[in-house]
């Protein structure tokens, strides 16, 4: 992957940003750890399980640069990204349990996307249905009557089967069989998950099917760049490569609007800004997210050599630079996060220690093709979806 370049403002030294200067810096030794220990502190044993009478498993990724991405195959999960800070110090910088069946909990207590390779459609689908060719889909509710992530069963509670290519990369497959949430066509899905010696994680999904339906995968990592998840991400600032939002009405769910940002809004991230500073704006559509929980649409226009968000830490001067071939991308800032889901090293995740940048088609696209700026969603036979996200980790 080529190294990327652009100024985005005088507020922010980009430049230094996503390139990095880890290079430059002191690289300290990673944590001790014991013989069956991943770098960032996992146990493979606790992911041995079985699930719906599949095998699940922890599989390490390693790059050159002694970065270290941990995935189970549960839900096609991210479990851990262990990567340097400004001195060189290693911390894993993504929200999530350290063992599988705390991923596997269905009881509505603990939230079930950490991590998840989404599908077979990321974010909401309004009223739970959508018309395709002349035939309409009733969908589980799961979400203020909508359709969410998929479904009540989802790919996140799925098992893939994992293929671990090299040392640095494992392809997840899933089959999603005709009639899965109700959703039309056999769906055959891949998601593979690379770490390069840069200390970027490429995702490239891909997807066919044996009947129109419809697509939108993402990744749901929860990122917390301090490496430290008992403080919130509202002192890290963060850039967003777009002028214009799908707005959002009391259930979340889009309009059909493509709004114009107002410059200076509690929407506009075209100047780098800390999270906290709007996110509690008197502004109607904060109200309606409870924070931000909303979807931005990129200025990119698929390009992924051009940055769609950019974030940072400044405790760890950890930086995540994102870019994906997607249009839009959702920012959800952990509003429901509340202490109940108990993760790694037993804390406890409270309101606001994480955010998530989820690549995407637009939300309810399925209800919204042929209004002006929405782009298809829908896969037909013959056809196969592709998607790509770069999560391109460096330090200021």
């Known amino acids: 992957m080529k190294l990327r370049n652009i100024t985005i403002g005088a507020t922010m030294v980009v430049t230094a940003m996503l390139l990095g200067s880890c290079g430059n810096k002191k690289q300290a030794q990673p944590a001790e750890q014991t013989a069956t220990e991943t770098l960032s502190g996992l146990n493979p044993a606790n992911f041995a399980d079985t699930i719906d009478g599949k095998p699940t498993a922890l599989y390490t990724l390693k790059n050159a640069s002694g970065a270290e991405v941990c995935v189970t195959n549960l839900g096609g999960r991210i479990v851990s990204i262990w990567v340097p800070d400004r001195y060189g110090e290693f911390k894993d910088v993504v929200l999530g349990f350290d063992n599988v069946k705390a991923y596997a909990n269905r009881d509505g207590k603990t939230p079930s996307d950490f991590g998840a390779a989404i599908g077979r459609y990321a974010n909401r689908i309004g009223g739970g249905k959508f018309t395709l060719d002349g035939v309409e889909y009733v969908l589980p509710q799961n979400n203020y009557g909508h359709c969410l992530h998929g479904g009540p069963t989802g790919w996140q509670y799925q098992v893939y089967t994992a293929t671990q290519t090299a040392d640095n990369s494992v392809t997840m497959e899933i089959v999603s069989p005709d009639g899965d949430n109700n959703f039309p066509g056999e769906v055959k899905a891949k998601v593979t998950y690379t770490l390069t010696d840069q200390n970027a994680v490429e995702i490239e999904y891909s997807a066919t099917t044996d009947k129109p339906t419809v697509i939108n995968m993402t990744n749901h990592s929860y990122f917390n760049l301090s490496g430290d998840p008992t403080q919130t991400i ?163």
């Open 234 to 396: 509202l002192n890290d600032s963060l850039y967003l490569n777009s002028t214009s939002t799908t707005p959002i009405d009391e259930t979340f769910m889009t309009t059909g609007e493509i709004a114009d940002i107002i410059p200076g809004s509690a929407f506009d991230f075209t100047k780098c800004k800390t999270i906290g500073q709007d996110i509690e704006a008197e502004d109607q559509q904060v109200k309606y997210g409870l924070g931000f929980d909303h979807n931005w649409v990129l200025n990119t226009k698929g390009n992924i050599d051009v940055p769609a968000a950019v974030l940072l830490s400044p405790a760890s001067g950890i930086t995540l630079s994102v870019f994906t071939t997607e249009p839009g991308v959702q920012v959800y800032a952990g509003n429901f996060l509340d202490g109940t889901a108990v993760g790694k090293k037993g804390i406890k995740y409270e309101k606001r220690t994480g955010i998530c940048l989820e690549t995407q088609k637009y939300p309810d696209t399925p209800n919204k093709e042929g209004k002006d700026g929405w782009t298809s969603c829908v896969l037909r036979p013959g056809e196969t979806y592709n998607s790509r996200t770069i999560f391109q980790f460096g330090t200021l």
